[in-house]
Every structure is written in structure tokens, then in C-alpha cells.
């Protein structure tokens, strides 16, 4: 009997001394529902960035060993180190968040089917994005919980995405199923309504339409400052293929300022007439609109999707190598936005008013750049003085203020800058709140329901949320 005792305690220390050997949950946790209380079955559970994948067990347990995670990132939070993952289920509402590693962590999600919202923290990624909660940039809780059971309760039509970033800090960040509309330029830019509807994410890059115009204003801003060059440039030197066009009169005067500034004189109508659509059924864009009669910069506004093609087409003539390469180093790429996809004109160049596929948080970035002054990360990405120009009314139009490809907006007394693309798709940067908010919608050539749709949103909720 005594041996046998003495046995056991042996076993047992052996195996406390060996416990650290064996494989302990680096990241687990249960999931249940928020209201039934019941564990949630079959969730998928996958680890961010390109991590392993698991589900959840009848008990709603799910968990990671630390073998499974040894070339995933981690998360320094507080002085914790959490892992960062994305929850999937068909019956609620998807979800991603940092759990601390090496403690079991309860959650709890919400049912698609509810007219409610569950507001949670978004995830902190290892991408110059600090995550925090609404309540701890003041803004009221409350009024952005209102906004968020509208949005739960189908208030809002084809809302793809969400992003508020207010003092230093990505605070909301969600995503919703609609449509994957897309426009077809080549067969008369009607919408393309072919692709099946999807729940949208942080990694689907979403079409933007003219947003992308303030991305080309962008690079015209850093490529004029490489070469010590100023908007009063005339675009002629750097078109050579084009020098009959410049030969006279008024077109010999056409600047970088008069096309930044939709002013450079061509006879245009884009909005009431079909020239968009003869500009696609064109093989070069550059052709197209030089050989447009033109009535002398200055002479009217006149909103045209073909100047900014313009522009890259010079800029490919300006910077070392090509324009497309030259973009992605300087000023994609610097900001860590990787994931886009940046269509092509008939002709190869990139399409620089629109074409352009972007994820809301790459948007983000964009926005958040200007309202640091140009500076991403301690970097000056982009010019401060082309910010602060871009800040500056250029022309009072019927349709708004204007800048460089950015609009000049005031909602409820409160002035912002905004990168505008049909459909829904914003990045609005507002100066004196130190808040940018990102939009993507798919209400493709449906104006004005897109913007009344934004303009509730931020009049009605997000602008009196920080009152």
C-alpha cells in the first residue's frame, strides 16, 4: 500500500514537473450568444493575418496551441500581448477583435436577424492603425449606438462600410452585406450589376469611383515638389506626343492649376450629356479631350474625368520609370497599402478618375495622412503645403466648392474635406474635429440617395456625437 501511494506521488510530480512540455492554448475562448446566452456551434475562427482556422465545439469553445501560432503576429496592447482574430458564423453578425494570449476569453455576438447592434472595440493590427473604444475620444456612446441600430434595422441601402478615426484613433469600424456593383465604362458606364452580393470585410477592396481623383491629386502634389515644380507648370513640356495640340492659343496655356481645378477650358458636359461615355469608346484619352475645342483656362468650370487622365499621362513624363511603379513607391506603399487594385485607360496608363479598388482601412489611411499634415508615421509622405493647398477653396461652383479633386464641404456648420466617388464612397477629413470618417456604398448612379444617406449618418449621429 505504501508503495503504491509513493508511486502516485511520483507520477504526479513527474507529471507537474513535465506540465510546461506539453502544448498550452496560446489563444482560446468561448463564444455565446448575447441575448440566449446559449455557446455558439460551428463559428469559424481564424487568426489574423493568414492564421490558422478552427471552429467552435458544442460548447462554443475554441482554441489555438502555441505550435499553431508561431509565425503569426502579435499584438502589444497596454503592455499585453493579445492575438488579433476574425469570427465567422452564417447567423451573426461577423466579428474581429484581440483577445490576450494564454487567457480564456469569453465573447459574445450578435444575431443577424436582430434590429440591434453590438458595439465592440475594432481589432488592433500590426498596420500604424491604433484601435480604440468611441467612449474614450469623447464622443457619446450613446448616439453612435443609435446610429449603428438604424444601420441593424436596413435604415441605410447598400452600406458596405464604416470607419470613424477621431483623435489618434480608429474608434468604429464595421462591415455589412450588400451588392458588388461595379460601373462598365467600355459599354456606355452603366452599372454592372453581375457579381453576386457579398458581406464586405476589412480585407475587400471596394470600388471607389472618383475617390480615386484625390488619390491622382496625390501623386501630382508629391511628383510637383520631387522636381521643384509648381501647379503653374504648363502640361505641354511633359506631353511631347501631343505637341500639335500646343501649337496655339488658347490650349498652349493649360497648366497643372486649370486641370487640378476641372478650369482648363475644354468644351465638356460630363454630367448632362454623354461625353464620359464617348470618352471610353475612345482608344486614348489624352487625344480625346486635347482635341476638344477649348475656350481658354479660366474661362468656365467644368467637371471632367478626363483631366485627371491627363495628368497621369504627364506625370508618367515627369517621375523615373513609370507613373504606375513610381505611385506604388512613393506613396502607396509608404502608407502600407498594398491591397488595391488600380485599373488601366484603353491604353495602359492608370485610370486616374476612377477604376480604382481600395479597402476602407487603406481609405483611412489616405484621410488621416492629410489630417497629419501630410505625415504618415513620422514620414512626410505628402507635401504640406499640397494639404494645406488642398485645404483652400480653388473654384465656387453650382455644385460646391472645389479644390484640388476634393470637394470643400460644410454639414451643420462644420467644414470638411472630402475625396467624393459616385455611389457613396467618402473620405472626409475634418481639420478641427481631428476626425476622419470613411463611407463605401453601392448606390451607383443613384446621386443624390448616396448623399443624403452620408449626410444623415454624420448630421444626424456622428457630428452631435462629439457635442
Not at 492649376?257 to 469608346?281: H, R, V, Y
Not at 475656350?295 to 504627364?314: C, F, H, Q, T, V
Not at 477629413?429 to 443613384?446: A, D, R, W
Request: aromatic share 12%.
Amino acid at each position: 500500500m505504501i508503495m503504491r501511494t509513493l508511486f502516485f506521488i511520483c507520477l504526479s510530480l513527474l507529471f507537474w514537473s513535465c506540465k510546461e512540455d506539453f502544448p498550452q492554448p496560446m489563444i482560446s475562448g468561448t463564444l455565446h450568444d448575447t441575448y440566449t446566452k446559449e455557446p455558439i456551434v460551428n463559428a469559424r475562427i481564424t487568426v489574423l493575418e493568414n492564421g490558422p482556422e478552427t471552429t467552435t465545439d458544442n460548447d462554443g469553445y475554441f482554441a489555438f496551441e502555441t505550435s499553431q501560432l508561431m509565425d503569426t503576429e502579435k499584438v502589444d496592447i497596454d503592455g499585453i500581448t493579445n492575438g488579433a482574430i476574425s469570427i465567422h458564423h452564417n447567423d451573426y453578425r461577423p466579428i474581429e477583435l484581440n483577445i490576450p494570449i494564454a487567457k480564456k476569453t469569453e465573447i459574445k455576438l450578435v444575431s443577424k436577424g436582430l434590429p440591434v447592434y453590438g458595439y465592440h472595440e475594432p481589432v488592433q493590427l500590426n498596420d500604424g492603425l491604433e484601435t480604440a473604444n468611441v467612449s474614450d475620444v469623447s464622443m457619446d456612446r450613446q448616439v453612435i449606438q443609435n446610429m449603428m441600430d438604424e444601420i441593424a434595422q436596413d435604415g441605410y441601402k447598400e452600406l458596405h462600410s464604416l470607419l470613424i478615426y477621431k483623435d489618434g484613433k480608429l474608434v468604429l469600424e464595421d462591415y455589412f452585406f450588400g451588392n458588388n456593383d461595379t460601373i462598365n465604362f467600355e459599354e456606355g458606364v452603366i452599372v454592372d450589376s453581375r457579381p453576386e452580393p457579398i458581406q464586405w470585410t476589412r480585407n475587400t477592396p471596394h470600388y471607389v469611383a472618383s475617390v480615386n481623383k484625390a488619390l491622382t491629386s496625390t501623386l501630382v502634389g508629391i511628383a510637383l515638389d520631387q522636381n521643384n515644380l509648381s501647379t503653374a507648370t504648363n502640361i505641354a513640356s511633359y506631353l511631347p506626343a501631343y505637341s500639335q495640340h500646343f501649337d496655339s492659343e488658347p490650349a498652349a496655356n493649360i497648366d497643372f492649376e486649370s486641370c487640378l481645378t476641372m478650369t482648363a477650358g475644354f468644351q465638356w458636359d460630363e454630367w448632362g450629356s454623354n461625353d464620359l461615355a464617348l470618352l471610353w469608346k475612345s482608344d486614348d484619352f489624352a487625344e480625346y479631350v486635347l482635341s476638344r475645342n477649348n475656350m481658354g483656362i479660366d474661362s468656365e468650370w467644368r467637371y471632367n474625368s478626363a483631366l485627371p487622365n491627363l495628368l497621369l499621362k504627364a506625370l508618367d513624363n515627369m517621375v523615373a520609370g513609370d507613373v504606375r511603379s513610381w505611385a506604388h513607391d512613393n506613396f502607396y506603399e509608404k502608407l502600407g497599402i498594398t491591397n488595391y487594385n488600380w485599373q488601366s485607360q484603353p491604353d495602359g496608363y492608370p485610370e486616374g478618375a476612377a477604376r480604382m479598388y481600395i479597402t476602407p482601412r487603406d481609405m483611412l489611411k489616405v484621410g488621416i495622412t492629410y489630417l497629419q499634415n501630410g505625415q504618415w508615421q513620422g514620414e512626410q509622405v505628402i507635401p504640406a503645403k499640397w494639404v494645406e493647398e488642398c485645404l483652400n477653396v480653388k473654384k465656387s461652383t453650382d455644385s460646391g466648392d472645389y479644390s484640388y479633386y476634393f470637394w470643400m464641404r460644410e454639414l451643420k456648420g462644420v467644414k470638411y474635406l472630402s475625396a467624393d466617388g459616385d455611389g457613396g464612397n467618402y473620405i472626409n477629413i475634418f481639420p478641427e474635429q481631428n476626425m476622419v470618417v470613411v463611407f463605401t456604398q453601392g448606390l451607383y448612379l443613384k446621386w443624390p440617395s448616396y448623399v443624403v444617406q452620408a449626410d444623415k449618418m454624420m448630421g444626424n449621429y456622428i457630428l452631435p456625437s462629439l457635442e
